[in-house]
């Protein structure tokens, strides 16, 4: 099932046009995927602040589909997927709950997992293993 982050737009978060800069889709939605760490029990210091590990983004995009204003409240929706031993992606699903049903936006991030020290990939830790296995989306055959 997949975690599910609210929040309200904030002014700050705009451009000059009223509605949500671009970029700041982006930010909320790394807060979303912060919430969602801290969720699994995850300590947040020590997954950003660890010596011997990283998990950069290597790729990110967005897509809209209708505005957003200060003062929306936003449903942010991440699903996070392996994508190989030492890749992991998520996938974002932005609501507004003055439109229901109707997403605002869809985004997504692809981390890699590196040594911080040399840079080189490394697997992917057990707990990031536990949190995208407690947040992915159930198949049904």
Request: with cysteine; hydrophobic share 45%.
């Amino acid at each position: 099932m997949p975690f599910t982050y609210t929040r309200t737009v904030r002014f700050q978060d705009t451009d000059a046009a009223g509605v949500v800069y671009f970029a700041n889709v982006l930010a909320m939605c790394h807060e979303a995927y912060e919430a969602s760490l801290a969720a699994s029990g995850i300590n947040l210091k020590a997954f950003f602040s660890n010596p011997e590990v990283a998990f950069p983004i290597i790729h990110a995009s967005v897509d809209f589909y209708r505005p957003m204003f200060a003062g929306d409240r936003l449903i942010i929706q991440l699903t996070p997927k392996q994508v190989t031993g030492d890749e992991f992606e998520i996938a974002y699903q932005v609501f507004s709950e003055e439109v229901a049903g109707r997403s605002a936006a869809k985004a997504l991030t692809k981390h890699v997992c590196i040594d911080a020290v040399s840079r080189n990939r490394k697997q992917l830790s057990e707990d990031l293993m536990q949190w995208m296995r407690k947040f992915e989306i159930e198949i049904s055959d």
